[in-house]
């Protein structure tokens, strides 16, 4: 039974630049909520998506914005990257009324 | 808003007991999962308290009281391998009340030496 998968593992970006990252959640798994994790710190909370819509919101501006598929895989787009940006970005997967999330190994998004 | 709190750093030695403290602000509230981060790796679910009391899962335990907004995790017959960070958080419902989301603590980086 196949985790939750992210890609691409690494990536380095200029400033300004716009990004994607992306995620297939574990199967069974209809929620997927993003989180990015700066070093040294806990992850948090960008957003998450169910039935296709964002349904909640963490403090990330608009320049942070999500799509979610039918087949429940997910994306994450950043537009305008800051070198404030780089971290590592996590995605998880879970069941709607469940309480146990699944990570992916995530995304090392560099921006210089 | 929500906040967790939980020490920086912890050490202690092989084979001990050792317990990870959790204290949090929030609204919603619906439980208190633990998570296992080992450098550059994913956060792994140790376990989840919905209610107060004891959830014991092989060398680890949580604990939650709902009353006091506070929970911990024990580690017992520490091994080399469980040298990770620890993060408290928070299942809640948000700001906009549908589903339900995790908001993490800083985390506790463990250091268990020989």
């Known amino acids: 039974d196949a985790g939750v998968t992210q890609s691409p593992t690494h990536l380095i970006k200029t400033r300004g630049q716009q990004v994607t990252l992306r995620c297939s959640p574990k199967?069974?798994?209809?929620?997927v909520s993003w989180y990015q994790q700066a070093l040294g710190q806990g992850p948090q909370f960008i957003f998450q998506?169910?039935?296709?819509?964002?349904?909640q919101r963490g403090n990330f501006p608009d320049r942070f914005s999500g799509h979610q598929f039918p087949n429940y895989s997910s994306e994450l787009n950043v537009n305008a990257l800051l070198l404030g940006d780089s971290a590592l970005y996590l995605c998880?997967?879970?069941?709607?009324?469940?309480?146990?999330?699944?990570f992916g190994s995530g995304t090392r998004l560099t921006v210089v | 808003g929500q906040s967790l709190e939980q020490p920086s750093e912890v050490t202690a030695v092989e084979g001990a007991i050792v317990q990870i403290n959790c204290t949090y602000q929030?609204?919603?509230?619906?439980?208190l999962s633990w998570y296992q981060q080992h450098d550059g790796g994913a956060p792994t679910f140790l376990s989840y308290?919905?209610?107060?009391g004891l959830e014991e899962t092989g060398r680890f335990s949580s604990f939650l009281s709902r009353s006091d907004s506070y929970g911990y995790l024990l580690l017992q017959e520490l091994q080399m391998k469980d040298s990770a960070s620890y993060f408290c958080?928070?299942?809640?419902?948000?700001?906009?009340?549908?589903?339900?989301?995790?908001?993490f603590g800083t985390g506790t980086q463990l250091k268990v030496e020989l």
């Open positions: 998880a997967s879970s069941w709607d009324r469940g309480y146990g999330y699944t």
């Open positions: 199967s069974g798994h209809d929620t």
């Open positions: 998506y169910y039935e296709e819509e964002e349904r």
């Open positions: 929030t609204s919603g509230f619906y439980g």
């Open positions: 308290n919905a209610l107060d």
């Open positions: 958080a928070v299942r809640d419902r948000g700001l906009t009340g549908g589903g339900n989301k995790l908001t």
